[in-house]
């Protein structure tokens, strides 16, 4: 069974930085994309960033293009979220999320993929 697991969250004032982590177990699953979704309250979870094993590419959606970067390390088992000049409307669970088939029923398209499993989310809060 799959596990990812992040960590990172916290509060912090608009126009701050905080970098999110997430790391994938066991360390021998094979993945070919990692993202990260936020979920505001009453909102849907939302694409935010994801990158493909493959050839490194990121994906963006567009209100947190140029502020927020997408990374993974060499084993591709962590990726990180850095997020620089957070909006009050960043607000959120954040959820690191991979395309490893799971028996869960939450399955979310974007624009590197679907994505079929999930972590518990962190919550990032932005205040004035």
């Known amino acids: 069974q799959v596990q990812l697991v992040e960590s990172g969250g916290g509060s912090v004032q608009a126009g701050g930085s905080l970098k999110l982590s997430c790391v994938v177990s066991p360390r021998t699953v094979r993945t070919y994309y990692m993202g990260w979704f936020r979920q505001a309250p009453e909102k849907e979870r939302e694409f935010v960033a994801g990158?493909?094993?493959?050839?490194?590419?990121?994906f963006y959606a567009d209100s947190v293009k140029d502020r927020f970067t997408i990374s993974g390390d060499s084993t591709e088992t962590t990726i990180y979220l850095q997020m620089n000049s957070l909006k009050l409307e960043d607000t959120a669970i954040y959820y690191c999320a991979s395309d490893v088939r799971t028996n869960g029923a939450l399955v979310l398209a974007s624009p590197i993929g679907d994505f079929y499993s999930w972590g518990q989310g962190t919550q990032v809060t932005v205040s004035s």
């Open positions: 990158i493909r094993w493959s050839d490194g590419t990121q």
